[in-house]
């Protein structure tokens, strides 16, 4: 197996050309590097420096190149409870056919979801990667699944005080709540 030169734009961009037009040939690579950009949410997601590895076979195939594989990397966020840092580690499946330009598709035929464009030469995995991260992240991260979350009244964390509570007061009564506690002791002159 032949060993080429990296591209040298996005560490997402592979060097395909050796494998173009051969089907049946099969190149397997794994890769680690930092994330150029955050994948993910602004509730949790992988941070723009934080290692990523790509472990992948191409598979050259009459109309391009078949990718399939995983990406792996450490997604942060907050519990969308209680605030606390959530850590999680993201495997995530990638797989897709990068056709090649001159593919002919019949005029009644959609695109499937996973096919990609492709120049012939490099294969740009962003939006593999991207799509498929975002997949494997929760909407609302949580640090626990039982995370009871913060009091609504004083901002307190739950799960280190169970029996938190606060006497509730019909808000119409308020204010008369206020004169009763206000109101000065009366005492009676002699």
Known sequence: MSHTKRHQGSPYELPAREIVGRPG???????QFPAPAVLGTDMIGVAAGTEVSLDLSLDSVQDGIWV???????????????LDEVRLTVVAPIQGLFELPDVQREDEEEEPEDVYEFDGETLDLTEVVRDAVADQLPFT????????GLC??????LADDPGHTHEKIDPRWSALQALTV??????KES
């Open 152 to 157: 609504d009244q004083c901002g307190a964390r």
């Open 25 to 31: 040939t099969q190149r397997v690579l794994s890769e």
């Open 182 to 187: 206000d109101e000065p002791s009366q005492t």
């Open 141 to 148: 991260p949580l640090c626990d699944p039982d995370c009871p």
């Open 68 to 82: 399939s594989g995983t990406v792996t990397a450490q997604a942060v966020g907050e519990c969308g409870r209680c």
